[in-house]
């Protein structure tokens, strides 16, 4: 279990915005999870390497950036797929690893490994969690090699949209999903099976379309799902070594060259610190407001809660 010294868990303020106390908390309960993940990986000597603004709080803050509250690493294909069918062996309690494979409603296409099914306060959770009662994990992106054509890497990044589009639409337009999966059989050479949930087979098949040149030997990677404009391409060769960069009170594997990484995803001025909150900070008032509502409904029902 990593130390940390009880400053850790102050709330404090950084150019305005203000980390709360349990920012603090839910940010050591995902370094515990990063350990997990870095004894699988050494283990069965798989390459991974911090990625978007991990990497980028690694280098510029030597930490998380103030206004982030997830993890990213990346794996070239090959460790990627080593790790979905390695690591599930070897997590501990209930640890457990969510990906288009693993779950049929699953909601994007790379893989999440995470500390817990539910939200918690007992007693040990909180002890193993540092005081963090909630669902955390890392994101774990696949970087795939890309066509040397560049018509190619543009159909690629298209069908891999359509097929996440697609996947979006199973709840709300089901009609329209069974209309257009024909057209994505034929463009896919595949058949999904209209008795199962289409949304993670839709997924399924995104991923498998973005690894669809992983056996070439083109010079350039990229996470193919966020390559749809073509913009983010980076050298293969800037991931055959890696550097260990401080993070908080551990050390991650980062790209030699990290620095052309970084100015590919942020430009040529990213040690200028942006306050730009990503997604729906912080990511746990979903899983507050699911526990509530939860709860209302078991109160509706006469259930005793406790």
């Known amino acids: 279990m990593l130390q940390f010294d009880k400053d850790f868990f102050l709330g404090e303020t950084f150019q305005g915005f203000y980390v709360e106390p349990m920012m603090k908390c839910v940010w050591a309960a995902q370094l515990e999870?990063?350990?997990?993940?870095?004894?699988?990986?050494?283990?069965?000597?798989i390459?991974?390497?911090?990625a978007y603004g991990t990497l980028l709080g690694a280098v510029r803050h030597k930490g998380f950036i103030p206004w982030d509250d997830d993890v990213d690493i990346m794996m070239l294909r090959e460790d990627y797929e080593r790790f979905l069918k390695l690591a599930p062996g070897d997590f501990p309690g209930?640890?457990?690893?969510?990906?288009?494979?693993?779950?049929?409603?699953?909601?994007?296409?790379?893989?999440?490994v995470t500390n817990t099914w539910t939200i918690s306060y007992a007693p040990q959770q909180l002890l193993e969690?540092?005081?963090?009662?909630?669902?955390?994990?890392?994101?774990?992106?696949?970087?795939?090699?890309?066509?040397?054509?560049?018509?190619?890497?543009?159909?690629?990044?298209q069908l891999v949209q359509i097929l996440m589009g697609t996947s979006t639409n199973c709840e709300t337009d089901p009609e329209g999903v069974l209309e257009v999966l024909p057209d994505l059989e034929a463009l896919c050479h595949t058949k999904f099976d209209r008795s199962k949930?289409?949304?993670?087979?839709?997924?399924?098949?995104?991923?498998?379309?973005?690894?669809?040149?992983?056996?070439?030997?083109g010079p350039l990677v990229t996470h193919v799902p966020g390559n749809s404009q073509g913009g983010y391409?980076?050298?293969?060769?800037?991931?055959?070594?890696?550097?260990?960069?401080?993070?908080?009170?551990?050390?991650?594997?980062?790209?030699?060259?990290?620095?052309?990484?970084?100015?590919?995803?942020?430009?040529?001025?990213?040690?200028?610190?942006i306050c730009s909150v990503s997604h729906e900070y912080p990511f746990y008032k979903k899983q507050i407001e699911a526990l509530e509502k939860s709860l209302v409904e078991r109160i509706m029902r006469g259930e005793k809660l406790f």
């Not at 390459?47 to 911090?50: S, W």
């Not at 009662?133 to 040397?148: M, Q, S």
């Open 233 to 273: 391409h980076y050298q293969k060769k800037w991931f055959d070594e890696c550097v260990y960069l401080p993070f908080e009170n551990i050390t991650l594997p980062a790209p030699r060259n990290y620095d052309a990484v970084l100015k590919t995803v942020y430009g040529e001025s990213y040690m200028t610190p």
């Open 129 to 157: 969690f540092h005081g963090c009662p909630y669902i955390v994990g890392v994101d774990i992106f696949p970087f795939d090699t890309l066509p040397l054509n560049h018509a190619q890497e543009m159909d690629q990044a």
């Open 197 to 217: 949930k289409l949304r993670g087979q839709l997924l399924k098949q995104a991923d498998i379309v973005s690894k669809r040149y992983s056996n070439t030997n």
């Open 33 to 45: 999870v990063l350990e997990v993940i870095r004894g699988i990986c050494e283990k069965h000597r």
């Open 47 to 50: 390459k991974y390497f911090a």
């Open 94 to 112: 209930d640890y457990h690893l969510q990906s288009p494979y693993t779950l049929e409603d699953y909601s994007t296409t790379f893989m999440r």
